[in-house]
């Protein structure tokens, strides 16, 4: 299985508080994402990045933000939750944005907003 | 329209059986193909990327056929534990590794 830690695994949390989920990898890898999964959806991308401090949008980025300061840790922040928020977060990473790359998958953050 | 389409199932089938899934894209210029499987409650894990001869890993089979812009998963002699659903997955061509997903496919096999 690929490095990829996520923390913490749980959280429940009120409307309006900021949250903060990390992703650690070690592997080395470029590219890491954050998505979120509800149900009757596909997994939504929220953010990515392409490298130490490059980071860009994905489909569904309102109301998250994200940081990456060194290769293995990618962070995402709910400045101000809302009860929408409310999903199973997982973090990826992949090797290189050209050819067959597959992504691999963190265990999720289960994130509940009261 | 959703980018990847897929039949949420559940498809429930005894072991043994044969079974197969379809999916479909709406970007002609999509590159790479993709299945995932997921358990309840787990990360999607890659079950095998999809070629566009065709490609085959034991008891899977994967076919994409461009030119209707349509992907399936064939899975022979059907376990208990293959119960899962299974995600298809596409690359649109240009930009980082940008991945769509279906919403997928519930796999539901019974004794």
């Known amino acids: 299985d690929a490095g990829i830690t996520q923390s913490p695994r749980h959280k429940v949390t009120e409307t309006g508080t900021p949250v903060t989920l990390r992703c650690h990898q070690t592997?080395?890898?470029?590219?890491m994402y954050w998505y979120r999964q509800d149900p009757g959806h596909g997994l939504r991308l929220i953010h990515y990045?392409?490298?130490?401090?490059?980071?860009d949008k994905g489909e569904v980025s309102d109301g998250y933000s994200v940081s990456r300061s060194k290769t293995e840790d990618f962070l995402l922040t709910l400045e101000s939750a809302t009860s929408s928020q409310t999903s199973v977060y997982f973090c990826a990473i992949s090797e290189d944005r050209g050819g067959n790359q597959p992504q691999h998958f963190g265990d999720g953050t289960r994130l509940s907003i009261l | 329209r959703k980018e990847v389409e897929q039949d949420p199932g559940p498809f429930n089938v005894p072991e043994g059986a044969t079974v197969a899934f379809n999916c479909t894209y709406s970007?002609?210029?999509?590159?790479?193909f993709f299945w995932y499987r997921q358990d309840c409650r787990k990360e999607p894990k890659l079950l095998m990327s999809?070629?566009?001869s065709g490609n085959e890993d034991g008891r899977f089979t994967a076919q994409l056929n461009r030119a209707s812009q349509y992907i399936s998963l064939l899975i022979r002699d059907s376990k208990l534990s293959d119960s899962a659903t299974y995600l298809c997955v596409v690359r649109p061509s240009g930009g980082y590794n940008k991945l769509i997903f279906g919403a997928g496919t519930r796999l539901a096999v019974h004794p």
């Open positions: 990045s392409y490298g130490v401090k490059d980071t």
């Open positions: 999809v070629y566009s």
């Open positions: 592997e080395n890898h470029r590219y």
């Open positions: 970007n002609s210029a999509s590159q790479s």
